[in-house]
């Protein structure tokens, strides 16, 4: 027999956007009728490493369990689930740190695919509280590494106009790690475990971890509660309202498992039909490109930091917007990534001398592309499975190649990855768009006040919802989209 319990508001999910939600709208929130402080449960499925953040030091429990070695061997994995993290913070525990908070034509993009409100106007006052809670800033030069001098210099003799990239970290002690996706054991990297969380527990938040969801409760078309599972115990969570937050992957899954999304999928066991819920994904068209020097780029003791970037557009509201980013002159190269490069010898003598010095020497270049047309569909396994890029798209891919390989060359590079076996890297990073906001219920899952088209007291927003991914790494994109859901949910529901 489950337990039951009974909250004003419940939110699944506690990765960027649910911690942001859960803070702000028990921070400024009230309830509607009495006035009296909300009752918010926030449900995770990972585990909760308590601590008061210490920027630059961190946490016993944090730095036992984040190991800073490459990623594949590292504790990280023991919190991975399909699309994103099982920890509270979620994926803003494992992000690179890298901050590209919306651009204007990004705002544009979203804008002009679906026709939600979310302008560069209206979003200004969420934005700017992301700026500055996340302690977004560039880094100063004395920290910038001699191969983002190079990058730099070389891009802006070619004509290019070159921008410093940003990060969100604090007291940070450059261990290089963080730009390998990895926990930070100092608690440098900014995550909404440690700028959001402490404020929601502080307004009263109920933060329930190591609690798995497994489907949304309807009564007809009214959503009424989340059926969850802590370890044997089953726990039925009713809400006067539900926000799920899962993610770009996990939260249409639980929609799909819950009886929400096409008929044509879930045949008998479709509650409510809405075909979009899983389509319309959308991401960058990525690769990196790798390069040799014949002398040292970076210096041993400085890590990863921001370095900068350039952008080429040929058309508006960045479709097919090309982006080229320094992000490998930085931090030294991993010892696995350095040994199995395309410019590693073969194993023996001349492999051993090339491993003394060639992490110093190697450098790296992502190229971007938001593709205009490119849309993925999750499957039921949590993949999500794109067409052939069209032509446009590709050339757009292989421009950017050849322009990261002018300037690597310019650079001094002797090597540079072929453009052929680039292409064969390609691959689709920060993923948006599953459940996406819009005006028509036809073609979007929510509407611009991230209500579920089809359910009642049914909310949606972490980065399913964005309708197109953004300029650069979508962390700051959802943190802002997140923040600016809290101030329209208090403005709309609680106040």
């Given at each position: 027999m489950a337990q039951q319990v009974n909250y004003d508001l419940v939110i699944v999910g506690g990765g960027m956007a649910g911690c942001i939600l859960a803070a702000r709208i028990a921070e400024h929130g009230r309830h509607p009728r009495s006035g009296e402080k909300l009752r918010i449960a926030l449900l995770e499925a990972g585990p909760y490493l308590k601590g008061a953040p210490r920027p630059g030091y961190g946490i016993p429990s944090r730095r036992q369990l984040f190991t800073n070695v490459s990623h594949e061997f590292s504790e990280n994995n023991r919190y991975s689930m399909p699309g994103g993290a099982r920890i509270l913070g979620g994926s803003s525990m494992h992000y690179g740190a890298q901050a590209f908070p919306p651009f204007p034509a990004d705002?544009?993009?979203?804008?002009?695919?679906?026709?939600?409100?979310?302008?560069?106007?209206?979003?200004?006052?969420?934005?700017?509280?992301?700026?500055?809670?996340?302690?977004?800033?560039?880094?100063?030069?004395?920290?910038?590494?001699?191969?983002?001098?190079?990058?730099?210099?070389?891009?802006r003799s070619l004509g290019y106009q070159v921008r410093p990239l940003e990060g969100a970290k604090k007291n940070c002690i450059r261990s290089g790690f963080c730009n390998a996706a990895n926990m930070c054991k100092y608690d440098a990297k900014m995550s909404s475990l440690l700028t959001h969380v402490p404020a929601a527990e502080e307004h009263g938040v109920e933060i329930i971890p190591d609690t798995m969801v497994e489907k949304i409760l309807f009564n007809g078309k009214k959503a009424t509660g989340v059926m969850c599972r802590q370890g044997t115990q089953q726990t039925l969570f009713e809400g006067d309202k539900i926000i799920l937050s899962g993610g770009t992957v996990q939260t249409p899954l639980l929609l799909w498992k819950s009886g929400f999304g096409s008929a044509d999928r879930l045949g008998s066991n479709t509650l409510i039909n809405n075909p979009n819920v899983g389509r319309h994904a959308h991401a960058h068209l990525g690769l990196f490109l790798r390069s040799l020097f014949p002398d040292p780029i970076k210096e041993g003791d400085r890590g990863w930091n921001a370095g900068t970037f350039v952008i080429s557009d040929i058309k508006p509201n960045s479709h097919d917007r090309l982006l080229i980013q320094d992000s490998g002159m930085g931090g030294q190269e991993s010892p696995s990534q350095t040994a199995l490069s395309e410019f590693a010898p073969e194993f023996g003598p001349e492999h051993k001398t090339f491993m003394k010095s060639a992490a110093k020497r190697m450098g790296r270049t992502s190229i971007w592309i938001v593709p205009g047309e490119l849309e993925g569909t999750l499957d039921e396994a949590g993949n999500?499975?794109?067409?052939?890029?069209?032509p446009t798209e590709l050339g757009r891919v292989r421009e950017g190649v050849e322009r990261a390989t002018e300037i690597m060359k310019k650079m001094g590079a002797t090597r540079v990855t072929p453009i052929g076996r680039a292409m064969?890297?390609?691959?689709?990073?920060?993923?948006?768009?599953?459940?996406?906001a819009g005006t028509d219920p036809r073609t979007s899952v929510t509407d611009p006040h991230f209500r579920a088209h089809d359910a009642d007291n049914l909310f949606i927003c972490d980065g399913s919802v964005i309708p197109r991914t953004g300029t650069g790494n979508s962390g700051?994109?959802?943190?802002?989209?997140?923040?600016?859901?809290?101030?329209?949910?208090?403005?709309?529901?609680?106040?």
């Open positions: 705002y544009g993009n979203w804008v002009s695919a679906t026709g939600v409100d979310w302008t560069i106007g209206n979003l200004r006052k969420a934005a700017e509280e992301v700026r500055q809670v996340f302690n977004v800033h560039s880094d100063p030069e004395e920290i910038i590494s001699e191969g983002q001098r190079r990058f730099r210099n070389a891009a999500i499975v794109y067409p052939e890029a069209n064969r890297g390609l691959f689709h990073p920060h993923a948006l768009g599953t459940c996406r700051m994109v959802v943190a802002t989209v997140a923040t600016f859901a809290a101030q329209r949910m208090v403005q709309d529901h609680f106040s």
